[in-house]
Every structure is written in C-alpha cells, then in structure tokens.
C-alpha cells in the first residue's frame, strides 16, 4: 500500500518544486515500533524518495522521549505531548528537509520536528502529510 499511496503523491510533491534533499519520516516511540513493527509513513516515504531520486533518512530523526498518542488529546495537550521529543538523527546543516507524516490534526507532531531540525542546522523544513483530520471529526481545541 505504501508504494501505491507514494505513486499518487509523486507529481504533487513535483509540482510543489520545494528544493528538498531529504525525506525523513517522523519516527514512531520504541514501544509502538514494537507493537506495530514497522514505520507506516516510512513505507510511504521511502519510495517516495526513490521516486523522486532524493535520499531518505529514516534515522533522520530521533524521538527524545516517548509521547502518548495523540488521539482523544485538545490542541494544548497534543503541543506539551510532542514538545522537545525530537532531535535531528544526521546531520542536516545547511540541508533542505522534506518531512513526513501519515496524518496532521494540529500541526504539533511536524511543527516539534522542525524545530529539532533547525535547532541543528537545517536550511528548510517542509512538511507533508498523506491526511488531515479535520476539527469537525472529533477533535476538542483548547
């Protein structure tokens, strides 16, 4: 499913015409990696990256600290959850980043990664997410 799904995103991410060097998905916390046992934005974003003929860096990333799942969180909770839990895994200076996610509610999770990621040198910080929730499904701002 993942090299479907990264099929149908290749001419989008094309036609955004962001100068990305990396792609680099957001890793998942030890234990759900466990549970799950595999990355599934990683499945998107490796062949993506192949499509495209840019590197990938599934290491690119490292969590600092296990979060909890977003799920059933307010906006304010999702930021403390995610807030430092990242640091940049290789090294990124000067490098313009293409980061992935599977879905964005708040922006949290992608806005916290950036910050990693500048704080060590990147040029540029993109994001894409294969979905996006919207407010009307559920989610309670606070």
Do not use: C
Not at 38 to 67: D, H, S, W
């Amino acid at each position: 499913m993942g090299d479907s799904l990264a099929a149908q995103m290749v001419a989008f991410v094309r036609d955004l015409d962001w100068p990305i060097d990396i792609i680099i998905p957001i890793p998942l916390g030890k234990q759900r990696l466990k549970e799950r046992g595999y990355n599934q934005v990683g499945m998107i974003a490796k062949p993506l990256a192949l499509a495209l003929n840019l590197q990938y860096a599934p290491e690119g990333l490292v969590r600092r600290k296990e979060t909890r799942s977003q799920v059933g969180l307010t906006k304010t909770e999702r930021r403390e959850n995610v807030h430092s839990a990242f640091q940049a895994g290789v090294d990124v200076r000067g490098k313009n980043i293409l980061v992935m996610d599977d879905v964005s509610t708040t922006g949290s999770t992608l806005s916290s990664s950036a910050e990693a990621l500048y704080s060590s040198g990147a040029k540029n910080v993109y994001a894409l997410t294969v979905a996006r929730a919207l407010p009307h499904h559920g989610l309670q701002h606070a």
